[in-house]
């Protein structure tokens, strides 16, 4: 009897959890990354505007532009799997 349990337990495959960087069928997003790395440049861009002295202008449209391309796209794409999903 315990054998019968313990070759069920060893056959049994737990579910992974989606990682960081992956999406929820466990395969690996470039979106995400994308968003990741643009998000982190706008803060990186953001830092600097804010410790120059010269015309900021430019810097705030740079930083502005990055945050778009880090929220605007997933948003875009999860819209787009709502959507698909609802086709016949």
């Known amino acids: 009897m315990m054998t019968s349990q313990a070759n069920q337990t060893e056959t049994s495959t737990p579910l992974k959890k989606p990682g960081f960087l992956t ?7 470039s ?5 990741w790395v643009a998000l982190f440049t706008a803060i990186i861009f953001g830092w600097i505007t804010l410790t120059q002295k010269d015309n900021q202008t430019t810097g705030v449209q740079i930083t502005f532009g990055f945050l778009i391309a880090a929220f605007a796209p997933k948003a875009v794409q999860k819209f787009a799997e709502v959507n698909s999903s609802n086709l016949p």
């Open 31 to 35: 979106m995400r990354l994308m968003s």
């Open 23 to 29: 999406d929820y069928n466990g395969k690996p997003s």
